[in-house]
């Protein structure tokens, strides 16, 4: 991002507020357009179930500008504010406002919500499908199971359009080298023709037409199996078809729209 990207004052973003309850306490840019922040509350952490998120925001002369974000950080710990997996969009309304704060800078941040949240005591084999940054919300799901020392076998499917779009890949191949956390991650790849994804060699397509040759790699039994589906909506209409094909019953499939209020399904997806 150029300086003017990452100066808050160039796009009129208020430097105090009364409303302002929360910091941005830490940031790590993994690209150009994919960041992991930590929002800090000013007073105690509101606590929340993995899966739920928060709304951010900042204010704009006399208007508030916000998004909602599902947290990734683990649920038992609230230390250090709420871990978000942010993408840029050029263009965006708000995206490049978030982009351009600094550590340090006030922001708001309302309490979490949601109701696309882990299901208690399920031991089925955890079938967690996302496109993009929908793979955050199930980072958090490992992350508390783990703290609470009751992980669930879980296979993560994660497609995305770029190699360097790939999210948490350390984290979830680590944990699965390590034998913490029995997880697979099997990313894919949308655009393998592109130059900026030579060299790539694993699973190509979107991540809706990957799931049944994936799942049937792995020996995955349907009736021992529960899904959780995270992204954009067309990508989980599609997901939802492959998986009830594959021998899931509609019980065992849980989703959340990560798309603004309203917007529908229209059967094209852009990669």
Known sequence: MSGSERDPAAFGILASDPAYNAVLAARIDDTETLARVWIKPTSVPAPFEPGQ????????????????????????????????????VRGGAFTPLAFSLPVGHALRVLPPKGRFTLQPDDE???????????????????????????????????????????????????????????ATYVPTISRPNDPANAGWTGRTGRVESIIRAALGDLSVDPNGAVAYLCGNPDMIVAAEQELRAYGLPDEAIH???YWPAGKQPTGAIES
Not at 145 to 157: C, E, F, M, S
């Open 124 to 182: 089925r084999v955890h079938l967690f499908i996302s496109s993009g940054t929908g793979i955050a919300p199930f980072v958090s799901m490992a992350r508390t199971l783990l703290a609470d020392g009751r992980p669930r076998r879980a296979i993560y499917l994660n497609g995305v359009s770029y190699v360097s779009d790939i999210g948490y890949a350390e984290l979830l191949h680590g944990w699965s080298a390590s034998g913490e956390y029995p």
């Open 53 to 88: 998120y928060v709304t951010i925001g900042v204010k704009v002369g006399e208007k508030w500008l916000q998004r909602p974000y599902s947290i990734a950080s683990s649920a038992r710990d609230l230390a250090g504010g709420y871990e978000l997996y942010l993408r840029l």
């Open 255 to 257: 989703k959340e729209l």
